[in-house]
């Protein structure tokens, strides 16, 4: 979860540090502080609280007259940072990185969780080292200082095959001032390379204001930089060749382009993001054209179940992807919790095919899914947002989504964009299998082509009318969500959104299911979300839209226009462009992702950084 930012160069580095921190606060925000190197000793600062209250304490140092760390700021040029999502040990300064051994020679970042780290403190402590925080991290700052005899590379490498979990993390010694270490196992660590300057970062965004040019670190490697030089190296200590490749990110999209949050930006980015997934893939006869997918028509024909594993969101675009999935192709579709799959018996056939879902590619429940399901003998495939994540490295495919950045914790457009890639990827299933007429494939890739012009439809449209709905409910204490066959997993993540940015308890529900239960939640307090779009069973969603009416229950209908019968049993209609049924959840929810915002707002919340969560899950 946490942000490491690492630099060596020939400029004084704490404003490139902060800098970078600053990219990386969606990571975690409960604590952040740095550590600088220079003239034989290392020196940090910490801060409990976001990444304001580390440059406060900074700033606040620097007016100290005789201050022992005013010159080394001055002059430092080597130094590592961090912004922590809590895992070991409670939120405090004590538990803040950077971390330290005993005698503060050596002080590392990590991002991750060492899981054999009560193991090793017992033994260390055993040996003489004195801890002063709670954290795994400490650990690992204590078990290379104790191996190292004046070679931080060596002691690096030797601590890492003592540690086991997952996790990465930058390392500096005042005895090699010069030198940061960086590790890699299952957490994302990428390299930018500059002038007679590298960084190390968990993101390229953290340097791109600095350097476009970016080495990927695998796992299991250790690397070592200097100003002028960047090695790679394998755990067994021999040197491997890593590519250096060119990002063509615009920085403005880091930035939040005059939205109020970045969240309502990446809300507004979603045309542009399904555009940019569906694009040159779809002919406009309807036929695919996936050849960057990695897997051949022949294996795609092969295939006779598909099994999609995610977790959070991209759990729910692969709930959507089941329904059409299995409507286009005739494939069977199952869909899995990560966390759930990768605790299962494995049964897995060769002609199975298994789509993890991620849009950070280092999701860890979804990774291990991922590497079960390969090492049992299926074929996987990763739908992600990110290039050379450790998705694309677990799988046999990759079937990139072309989102772009997206800061906010919220997943927005990734949503969209990963819907999207599922809908081509079924419509190519199909097209292999022969299910479908030409006819319909065409008709069905016209309207998936359409879908950003929808999209910004509904945003030019009905923005103004969910901020009045969201005031009107901003002091609800309970959200229901209802929907039918595929509005189900739309109702779900509209559920999510509320959850996540508003804190207001929220359910979903298959509509079905209400009256086994979840109908005694009802009151005249309670405002009912319903997924009321276009459906071969729309007249059973009408009933239950009565069901709820006749409780004294507020009804919230997201409609297809034209569907006029649906006012009849809502009391706020949100309308959404006609289109194929099977495709109307790309539309559906963005209504709901607005709801969710403009109660968040109305209630005077911090909507990009929800409390106690972060963009990316890479710890279990």
């Not at 996790?167 to 960086?182: N, Q, R």
């Not at 965004?205 to 030089?229: C, G, N, S, W, Y």
């Not at 969710?596 to 950084?609: E, F, K, M, P, T």
Request: hydrophobic letters at 40%.
């Amino acid at each position: 979860m946490c942000g490491i930012v690492g630099y060596t160069g020939s400029r004084p580095c704490r404003e490139l540090l902060l800098a970078g921190l600053g990219k990386l606060e969606y990571r975690g925000y409960d604590s952040a502080g740095l550590s600088l190197v220079g003239d034989g000793r290392i020196d940090s600062v910490h801060a409990v609280g976001k990444l304001s209250y580390l440059q406060e304490a900074v700033a606040a140092r620097d007016e100290r007259n005789g201050g022992s760390l005013a010159t080394l700021d001055a002059e430092s040029c080597a130094g590592v940072a961090h912004t922590r999502w809590a895992t070991h040990g409670r939120v405090t300064q004590e538990n803040a990185h950077p971390h330290d051994d005993a005698s503060g020679r050596v002080h590392i970042v990590m991002n991750g969780i060492i899981e054999n780290w009560a193991e090793l403190r017992r033994r260390l402590e055993s040996e003489g080292a004195v801890f002063t925080s709670e954290t795994d991290t400490e650990v690992v700052a204590h078990l290379i200082a104790s191996h190292l005899e004046g070679d931080l590379f060596g002691a690096v490498r030797r601590a890492c095959l003592e540690l086991r979990g997952h996790y990465s993390f930058v390392a500096v010694s005042a005895d090699e001032p010069d030198l940061l270490v960086g590790a890699r196992k299952e957490c994302p660590l990428v390299v930018g390379r500059g002038e007679g300057e590298n960084f190390f970062s968990s993101a390229i965004p953290a340097f791109m204001a600095e350097t476009r040019q970016v080495q990927f670190v695998e796992d299991d490697e250790i690397v070592t930089m200097t100003p002028d030089e960047v090695r790679f190296f394998d755990a067994a200590g021999k040197e491997v060749e890593r590519e250096v490749t060119e990002v063509d990110w615009d920085e403005a999209t880091a930035e939040k382009g005059g939205y109020e949050t970045f969240m309502l930006k990446e809300i507004h980015e979603q045309p542009d993001a399904i555009a940019e997934t569906v694009g040159d893939r779809l002919r406009p006869d309807g036929t695919l054209d996936l050849d960057d997918l990695g897997i051949s028509d022949e294996e795609l024909r092969s295939f006779r179940r598909v099994l999609v594993v995610a977790c959070g969101t991209s759990y729910h675009a692969g709930v959507v992807a089941r329904y059409a999935i299995e409507e286009w192709s005739g494939v069977p579709v199952g869909v899995d919790i990560a966390s759930e799959f990768r605790y299962r018996k494995p049964l897995f056939k060769t002609n199975d095919l298994v789509v993890g879902i991620t849009q950070s590619g280092e999701t860890a429940d979804t990774l291990a899914a991922m590497r079960l399901a390969r090492s049992s003998g299926a074929k996987v495939i990763a739908i992600t947002n990110v290039m050379g994540s450790q998705a694309t490295r677990d799988s046999d495919g990759v079937l990139f989504t072309r989102a772009g950045l997206e800061i906010g914790v919220a997943a927005t457009k990734t949503f969209v964009a990963q819907t999207a890639a599922m809908y081509l990827l079924g419509l190519k299933l199909a097209e292999v299998q022969g299910s479908l007429p030409p006819e319909v494939m065409a008709g069905l890739g016209s309207d998936l082509r359409a879908m950003p012009q929808h999209v910004q439809h509904i945003l030019e449209t009905q923005t103004e009318h969910l901020a009045e709905i969201g005031e009107r409910f901003r002091d609800a204490g309970f959200f229901f969500y209802l929907g039918r066959h595929i509005g189900l997993p739309i109702a779900l993540e509209g559920a999510l959104k509320m959850k996540e940015i508003s804190y207001v308890p929220s359910d979903a529900y298959a509509a079905g299911e209400m009256k086994h239960g979840p109908i005694a939640l009802l009151d005249d307090r309670t405002p009912v979300v319903c997924v009321a779009t276009d459906l071969p069973m729309l007249d059973k969603m009408l009933s239950n839209m009565a069901e709820v009416q006749a409780r004294g229950a507020h009804v919230i209908a997201v409609a297809t226009e034209g569907a006029h019968q649906v006012a009849e049993n809502a009391e706020e209609v949100v309308y959404v462009p006609r289109t194929d049924w099977l495709l109307q959840p790309l539309l559906a929810i963005v209504p709901l992702q607005l709801l969710s915002y403009y109660v968040a707002r109305a209630r005077g919340l911090n909507i990009d950084q929800p409390r106690n969560l972060a963009k990316t899950v890479t710890v279990e």
